[in-house]
């Protein structure tokens, strides 16, 4: 190869690593979570078990709870699901500082790029960590499709069996509401940090359609249908 033509492509590689080092370093910097969820040692986080990371210097008994807490959740998503097609790494904070080194802020959970799950010292809980759970395992399942956000977090408050937003029995409804529910990410972000409330609304017209309708069956069928193109139905009340 002549002299020239190797120092073009020396310097092209040169070119190519400095871009590759600019966009990770920008990564790390700009969106925190998305780098601890690729590389969660690389935030000081420790491998409990396969799937399970949390920060290191925990006692036994914490780090019994946080293996009990991940197992306690992926049960009930697998069990509402009739099984599981994702296996999303689960990364614990025990302490505010270990949360926001990996990108958290004020939320008790939240489920990154739908792989990951990330919990804070608020939501080291089966509920917290089986609702985001719930998420990633719903977008994996639509393949690309779409549903109403709403929808989609009604879902994850009864997957989660949550008790602050849903009765224990019965018709699980504890806040009925004919009101329109937000059906984007942006719009529902706005409206739930305003009023808590919507959560349990959503919840009561996704328990109701699902009771309606046959149970956990009917979710399972209409994720199906939209993964195949159908559009979403309008089923809320």
Request: aromatic share 6%; glycine share 8%.
């Amino acid at each position: 190869m002549p002299v020239i033509r190797r120092k073009r492509w020396w310097i092209a590689g040169a070119v190519i690593a400095v871009l590759l080092i600019t966009a990770a370093t920008v990564t790390v910097i700009a969106f925190p979570s998305v780098a601890a969820v690729t590389c969660p040692r690389c935030y000081g986080l420790e491998r409990l078990q396969p799937g399970v990371y949390a920060e290191p210097g925990l006692s036994q008994a914490w780090r019994r709870q946080v293996s009990e807490v991940a197992e306690q959740a992926n049960k009930r998503v697998r069990d509402f699901f009739g099984g599981r097609t994702t296996s999303p790494d689960v990364l614990v904070c025990l302490s505010d500082d270990c949360y926001r080194r990996i990108g958290g802020g004020r939320e008790r959970g939240i489920a990154v790029l739908n792989r990951s799950v990330m919990l804070s010292p608020r939501g080291v809980d089966p509920v917290i960590a089986s609702h985001e759970l719930t998420h990633v395992e719903l977008h994996a399942r639509l393949d690309g499709a779409d549903v109403p956000q709403w929808f989609d977090e009604g879902l994850a408050v009864l997957v989660s069996d949550d008790p602050r937003y849903l009765a224990p029995t019965g018709d699980r409804c504890l806040l009925d509401s004919r009101r329109p529910l937000p059906v984007t990410l942006d719009d529902w972000l706005r409206a739930a940090s305003a009023d808590p409330r919507l959560y349990a609304e959503a919840a009561c017209q996704v328990s109701r359609w699902v009771e309606k309708n046959g149970g956990t069956e009917a979710v399972r069928a209409l994720v199906e249908r939209l993964s195949a193109g159908q559009a979403f139905p309008d089923i809320q009340r």
